[in-house]
């Protein structure tokens, strides 16, 4: 079982080796270990929910969500560009 005091060594050796994304996980679990959980609840919360990012899909915009239309949505019909701004009688609505 790991203690705060092998952590902080850890995050700092990672630290002084440029890998600071370890030294993220030894941080987290630090601070979760000080605010009164294990060991062992302390190493599983810090993956909990989480996927590594697949290979290719990295790139400008990615992490937008995207907007999935309901079942069966159609899209509105397109106005007629013809009519557009008359009235029925065959008037322009501009002045």
Known sequence: ME???DLQQRMDAAAQALDFE???RCR???SLMRGGASANE???AIGAGLERQ???SMGLGTSQQRV???QGWQPPPKPDLMT???TSRGRSRRP
């Open 22 to 24: 370890e030294a993220k």
């Open 68 to 70: 999935v239309p309901p």
């Open 3 to 5: 203690t705060i005091e």
């Open 28 to 30: 987290d679990r630090i």
């Open 54 to 56: 697949q290979p290719g």
């Open 84 to 86: 557009t701004g008359h």
């Open 42 to 44: 302390a190493e599983q």
